[in-house]
């Protein structure tokens, strides 16, 4: 498959995810050109994104859209060639997080060490859990309700060393693609070969589904891990915000 298609797919499964999860809490909005979704109580996805590349004449319509969704994020997709970027940066917008779209061709599955319990979330107890250890990890929470009515759409994982959770990870589907999000671990327990287990752990079961390619959006702290999995860089992802 070549780059081209590799990136479309990569996206697709980003966004689906997105309005997946959030039309059950009925938080999905398409206002032509822009697609958005901000969930009440949650960080997550709370997105206000674009398939075709923005032009000035777009921004009236981005700064209306985050005068009645305050904190919502634009996530840029590096594809365009073209630095409309720009607009953002010279109109006060701020970059909240950059992220490398990426990769990996399936093949054989992965060793792993056995040190971690996968549990996939389907009650409201482990909801809970999960969504109260996420926000360890990462810098925004991801509310139980989103879980809740979630269960048969997404793939959310608890991860547990000897019975305690201490991550977590979501695996989500679109045709040949497994979508590898949110994978965490709590501070403690970093550096401890963890997260690289999840990940394997996460390969294995998108063989296991048949598909094809594995991808993710990695934030500076995985992407060592990414690669040495043999994860391929796509594109970036600037993701900013309005102050």
Known sequence: MNNTNLIKDNIDNLTSLWKTVATP???YHKNNPFEVIQIKNSGWPNRVW???DITEENLPQILKIIETH???IIPYWDIFGSGSNEIFEKNGFKTRIKLVAMALKLGEKLPLENKLTFKRVLNEEDAEIWSDIYPLSFSYVISKETLTHNYENAKFYLVHLNEKPIGTL???QTGNVMGIHGVGVIPEMRKKGFAEEIMKFAINEAI???AEYAQLQASPLGKNIYTRLGFEDLFMITNYFLD
Request: aromatic fraction near 14%; hydrophobic fraction near 40%.
């Open 170 to 172: 979501t695996l989500f």
């Open 25 to 27: 809490l009925h938080s």
């Open 208 to 210: 296991d589904a048949n």
């Open 70 to 72: 305050p904190g919502i």
């Open 50 to 52: 674009f398939r075709e």
